[in-house]
């Protein structure tokens, strides 16, 4: 079985460009989440979804950084415009969650953002 | 705030040793936990759960949980060098998403 996917793996960019990150879930699982990892701050949640609906965006930095989720199998996060402070690695992960109950998440193998 | 501690490191063994992994956590409530192993530029990668008190093994891997103490642990038996990588703790409560503590850095010394 596909794990979940992400593109790009590397995204280089310039401060005030929009980026746009994209991920696909494991078929089957109902709950998506976006995390941001840097050596400072350690794995951060920006956000989740269950059954494609936002759930909890409290861990989004900033105006600048939106998700949708638009069908079961796809997410973009992004980030518009985007900052040297912004570069980091973004993970994308998906759960199966039973009425509401979390189970173990399973990560794609992330995009290494760098805004220069 | 739900709160998962974890020692960073390094924490460095020599190969064939026992290495020790502690988490301890706030929430008192909380029902299942997860180790991931993620190594340098990779993602995290899910080796252990845990759901009742006591151990659970899985080949070299130990899962060790007290809930009374708030506290998990993960052994490594006959560690080797290619256990080197960050070692995440991952706590779930609820109908909230897994709370991870930041990791604690092995090196398996060889």
């Known amino acids: 079985d596909a794990g979940v996917i992400q593109s790009p793996r590397h995204e280089v960019t310039e401060m005030g460009q929009e980026v746009t990150l994209r991920c696909k879930p494991i078929?089957?699982?109902?709950?998506l989440f976006w995390y941001r990892q840097t050596m400072m701050r350690g794995l951060e949640l920006l956000i989740y979804?269950?059954?494609?609906?936002?759930?909890?965006d409290s861990g989004m930095p900033e105006d600048r950084f939106s998700a949708k989720m638009p069908n079961a199998s796809f997410s973009t996060l992004k980030i518009q415009p985007s900052e040297p402070r912004d570069s980091a690695v973004y993970f994308c992960a998906s759960s199966r969650s039973t009425s509401g109950i979390h189970n173990e998440q399973f990560f794609g193998p992330g995009t290494r953002l760098t805004v220069l | 705030q739900k709160e998962v501690e974890q020692n960073s490191g390094p924490l460095s063994v020599p190969e064939g040793a026992i290495a020790s992994l502690n988490c301890t956590y706030s929430?008192?409530?909380?029902?299942?936990f997860f180790w991931y192993r993620q190594y340098s530029g990779k993602s995290p990668e899910l080796i252990m759960s845990i759901y009742s008190n006591g151990d659970k093994e899985d080949g070299r891997f130990t899962a060790q949980l007290n809930k009374a103490s708030q506290y998990v642990s993960l052994l490594i038996r006959d560690s080797q060098p290619s256990d080197s990588a960050t070692y995440l703790c991952?706590?779930?409560?609820?109908?909230?998403?897994?709370?991870f503590g930041k990791g604690t850095r092995l090196s398996v010394i060889a």
């Open positions: 078929s089957g699982h109902n709950s």
């Open positions: 979804f269950n059954n494609n609906v936002p759930i909890d």
């Open positions: 991952a706590v779930l409560s609820g109908n909230t998403p897994l709370v």
């Open positions: 929430d008192r409530g909380s029902q299942s």
